[in-house]
């Protein structure tokens, strides 16, 4: 499984977008891309996930280059409620791997 | 996606003591899997739970300190056994269907005194 890196912590203020960079350079062919949210004292959440260019859903957008070796995970405009940790994950989504998680990057919106 | 409970939400054991955390999916899922989680630090997996034999574990986790049961496809329990307060955590249970992603209960949080 391929070895991810994020920022530990970012700061940002409500109606900024954020935008959340994740680094894998050792990523496989056919690995996926896929971010999780969690909030203190629940399970982590599937936000999005991707294997290139670009994939929007109503929550995010996730942005990968053309080389796969990084994602960013764009928010926009966010609120208090988007505090939480993110997670992101690199792995092979078709054969039921195992789903194993960085350290994460903490994210703290200010009003 | 599907809906994992996890019993109980939380509990606070007697050192020596053995917890017993069950997971109930509410329907099939092809793998679960079980997690630690200390405050503040990111999940770290114990073990894949299989259905009909025995758990595979990650490195630094053993069964005889987390036995694992999966009779079925939609439950699995974890056991800590022998608890001393180094076991104090959340842990987590987790599912996923394939081609899926993985979806995760609420945790359960113990504290060993």
């Known amino acids: 499984l391929a070895k991810t890196t994020q920022p530990i912590s970012m700061d940002s203020y409500e109606g900024q977008e ?94 | 996606s599907a809906v994992i409970s996890q019993k109980p939400s939380r509990d606070i054991c007697q050192r020596g003591t053995s917890l017993t955390i069950q997971c109930q999916v509410d329907s099939q899922v092809t793998m679960m899997f079980w997690y630690r989680q200390q405050p503040g630090q990111s999940l770290t997996l114990i073990a894949t739970a299989n259905q009909g034999s025995e758990a595979t574990y990650e490195s630094g986790f053993v069964i005889d300190k987390f036995p694992i049961s999966r009779p079925n496809l939609t439950f699995s329990t974890l056991t800590v056994s022998n608890m001393s307060p180094e076991d104090s955590s959340i842990y987590l249970c987790s599912g996923r269907v394939l081609n899926t992603e993985a979806f995760f209960g609420q945790g359960t949080r113990l504290t060993v005194v």
């Open chain 1, 18 to 111: 954020v935008n959340i960079t994740c680094s894998h350079n050792n990523i496989a062919t056919n690995d996926y891309i896929t971010w999780y949210q969690q909030f203190p004292s629940q399970g982590p959440r599937f936000i999005i996930q991707g294997y290139k260019t670009k994939v929007t859903n109503e929550v995010a957008s996730l942005f990968i280059p053309a080389d796969r070796k990084s994602s960013t995970l764009s928010l926009p405009r966010v609120s208090l409620s988007d505090t939480a940790v993110y997670y992101c994950l690199v792995g092979d989504s078709n054969g039921g791997f195992k789903t194993i998680f960085g350290a994460g990057t903490r994210l703290f919106v200010k009003a």
